[in-house]
């Protein structure tokens, strides 16, 4: 009986996602494994948009040996169905963006948008999250994500802003127990911050970067010496990097370090090496002009 793939061959990986063109995965895992030493293939896969092509596509790579992937927009969400075991962060965020297929046919699941959020802006932005004041943009899957590896970083009050407060409060009302001692979440509307509220990490979750829209987020909200971070990357200086710096703000940050970060801790995962990640961001980073 002939093996689906020859043991000589090297360990394949993927991105799936639609559309996927546009992924810079396959250039920053290529670059990974280049500098580990890792013998290894990685591709992109359109998942389509029609019914069960996520399920497709993910069977077929599997039937063929592959050993990982990663999961981008619209599949996080399938992604986590598909497994068979889930990490508390991918769980409580609703979605996963890693997947690894074990040999004894396990199918794990992580979620490391917000691990890599974290290590970016404390280790490559040196910005300690402990006992910080952060304001939260958004209620959407971004958030989820992001919320429990910042309160376990130390965060001591982590407020949700977003257009329809309601959500945001929900959210917040969901997510509070599952946070660690000493870290306080809120959730409501921008126009409902707490009197007075100055944060030292301001985080645009949403994805009004996209789409050119700019948060309400008044000047007073970023404290002296602030962080305003915009999870969107390589498009320069977004509308809300463009607000913070009206406001008077000098440490501006684009997400192209999450997207670095998270892709290190899901290549660590797979291949038990974890990569620097200083060349690669260098190579990616836009500047924020």
Not at 69 to 92: C, G, I
Request: hydrophobic fraction near 50%; glycine fraction near 12%; charge should be neutral.
């Amino acid at each position: 009986m002939d093996l689906p793939f020859s043991p000589t061959m090297p360990d394949s990986y993927a991105v799936i996602g639609h559309p996927i063109a546009h992924s810079k995965s396959p250039l920053i895992h290529g670059l990974f494994a280049q500098a580990t030493g890792q013998d290894m293939t990685y591709q992109a896969i359109d998942g389509g948009a029609e019914a069960g092509g996520f399920d497709r596509a993910l069977a077929a790579f599997r039937a063929a040996g592959g050993r990982g992937m990663n999961v981008t927009l619209p599949f996080k969400l399938q992604a986590l169905a598909a497994a068979d075991v889930a990490s508390e962060d991918a769980r409580l965020a609703g979605a996963a963006n890693a997947l690894r297929f074990d040999a004894d046919g396990r199918v794990q699941a992580q979620n490391f948008d917000g691990i890599g959020l974290v290590r970016d802006i404390q280790v490559n932005l040196g910005l300690p999250l402990a006992g910080r004041q952060v304001l939260l943009l958004g209620a959407g899957g971004a958030t989820r994500g992001a919320l429990l590896p910042l309160a376990r970083a130390g965060a001591a009050r982590i407020v949700l802003a977003n257009r329809t407060a309601a959500k945001a409060q929900a959210l917040a009302d969901e997510l509070a127990p599952h946070l660690p001692a000493g870290c306080t979440l809120l959730g409501g509307g921008l126009a409902e911050l707490p009197s007075g509220a100055a944060f030292d990490l301001v985080l645009n979750a949403t994805s009004a970067s996209l789409g050119g829209d700019t948060p309400a987020v008044p000047a007073a909200a970023f404290a002296p010496g602030a962080l305003a971070y915009d999870m969107v990357y390589g498009k320069g200086l977004t509308p809300f990097l463009r607000l913070a710096r009206a406001a008077g703000v000098a440490r501006l940050a684009d997400g192209v370090g999450m997207l670095v970060e998270q892709a290190a801790e899901a290549f660590a995962w797979w291949r038990g090496v974890r990569p620097d990640t200083t060349a690669v961001r260098q190579r990616l980073t836009v500047p924020l002009v």
